[in-house]
């Protein structure tokens, strides 16, 4: 049987996608190839032509392709045309008003952490980052919380390349620092905020995870140090671990 007629050519681009939004590493065209079962030539084909089109990237490494900013965009809005994006918003919902503070869903952009979704505390007294709003990276609890997903090599490529400007005297700044921050994030399961992005803010972070166990999104919900310490934030770890399990149901189980 040959390879045209072992796989339709309106699904090859797709399989290519699945393949690669399933692998935690970057994948060669050869690597893709021998997943899905195309030969050398026409995976190398189309993984250019996705290359071109923005669906795919290079990895920083040299080692293949990563899912791009088109595909990425695709998948986000697949999930908000469907009625997901109601039950996963009733879950933030829920998490709010169990905790009593802002509840955020983000998801790892270019610029950042991206808002995704978001249920707002009753309090007069809040931190406004609305819906839409970007979020850096290394020193916020979202952000660390998706850094600290990736697989170590990889984690500190990204980490040695990126800008670790200082928002507040608390920022992590040193990219060693931030490694060491990292590793115990990935171990325990959870991030802190400790005024490291705005001064008198906390914040907690969990991550969001597919089927498959891979990171999706990051949960978090900050607060005002005038209402809510560290230790606060801490003992409500588990309502966040439950609402990230419920999300993980909801998303990608149904």
């Known amino acids: 049987m040959t390879e045209t007629q072992r796989i339709p050519t309106n699904l090859r681009t797709l399989l290519i996608l699945e393949t690669l939004g399933h692998s935690t590493d970057p994948m060669t065209s050869a690597e893709i190839g021998r997943a899905v079962g195309l030969g050398k030539q026409t995976m190398h084909r ?3 032509t996705l290359l071109e089109e923005g669906f795919l990237v290079n990895d920083e490494s040299g080692r293949g392709f990563r899912p791009g900013r088109r595909c ?3 998948a986000s809005g697949i999930l908000h045309a469907s009625s997901a994006h109601v039950l996963r918003h009733q879950i933030l919902r829920n998490l709010a008003q169990n905790i009593g503070e802002t509840i955020n869903f983000l998801v790892p952009e270019d610029r950042g952490m991206a808002y995704h979704d978001r249920v707002e505390t009753n309090w007069a007294f809040r931190i406004q980052l609305p819906v839409g709003s970007h979020v850096p990276f290394h020193c916020t609890a979202s952000g660390k919380t998706y850094l600290a997903s990736l697989p170590r090599a990889e ?4 980490v ?3 800008q670790l400007d200082a928002s507040t005297p608390g920022t992590i700044t040193q990219p060693e620092k931030l490694l060491m921050e990292l590793q115990k994030i990935a171990k325990q399961g959870y991030a802190l905020d400790n005024e490291e992005f705005l001064e008198g803010m906390v ?3 969990v991550p969001v995870l597919d089927s498959k166990g891979h990171y999706c999104a990051s949960l978090a919900f900050h607060g005002p140090v005038q209402r809510i310490s560290l230790e606060d934030a801490l003992s409500k770890k588990g309502l966040m671990l439950e609402a990230s399990r419920q999300l993980t149901e909801t998303l990608f189980m149904n």
Do not use: F
């Open 72 to 74: 990425r965009s695709m």
């Open 203 to 205: 914040a907690i972070a």
């Open 46 to 48: 189309l993984c250019n």
């Open 155 to 158: 984690r500190k490529r990204i």
């Open 160 to 162: 040695q390349v990126m």
